[in-house]
């Protein structure tokens, strides 16, 4: 998307989405609500680099400085990302919540978004600005009215087709 070429270590961050399976526009929206695409970033927690990863999450993936080089960096979180929605069988909003809180909270508190201020105001930010940048999805084709309270939709259509109009 153009919107997304012109951000900062755009062609970076789309090659380590692309390598752990994930939507770019999610990694991009993830990356602007945790350091505002700032390499240089530093939570007050210790979490650093573009992913804001915490140095036992980095760890967990080999990198031992998070913050130093920005593919390792990007390289980690998107995997770490990608294990957390394998976790929470791809329910995004849970493994946006563990990604932010850690999974064991999650966990904790029975598979679902913890009750922080900062988890809860956290998930819906990246996914309004993921809403924002995804791809838009493929126009689902509408029924066909055809006589006043009745539908004709395509499927019904093929199967006429196929088996032989009748």
Do not use: C
């Not at 998070?66 to 593919?71: I, L, N, T």
């Not at 946006?96 to 988890?119: C, D, H, M, S």
């Amino acid at each position: 998307m153009p919107a997304l070429a012109r951000l900062p270590y755009s062609s970076a961050i789309s090659a380590a989405a692309k390598s752990s399976n994930l939507d770019p526009a999610l990694v991009h929206a993830l990356i602007s609500v945790e350091s505002g695409h700032r390499q240089s970033a530093v939570s007050p927690k210790g979490a650093t680099g573009l992913m804001q990863l915490m140095p036992g999450t980095a760890l967990r993936y080999g990198v031992t400085v998070p913050g130093k080089s920005h593919e390792e960096n990007l390289r980690a979180g998107t995997r770490y990302l990608r294990d957390l929605l394998d976790m929470f069988e791809d329910r995004l909003d849970l493994a946006l919540a563990a990604y932010n809180a850690g999974e064991g909270a999650v966990q904790k508190y029975g598979n679902r978004i913890p009750p922080f201020r900062e988890t809860q105001n956290y998930v819906p930010s990246v996914l309004e600005k993921y809403k924002e940048w995804r791809l838009p999805a493929p126009a689902v084709p509408r029924p066909v009215v055809y006589l006043p309270g009745t539908r004709l939709d395509r499927r019904m259509i093929q199967h006429s087709v196929v088996a032989g109009g009748e």
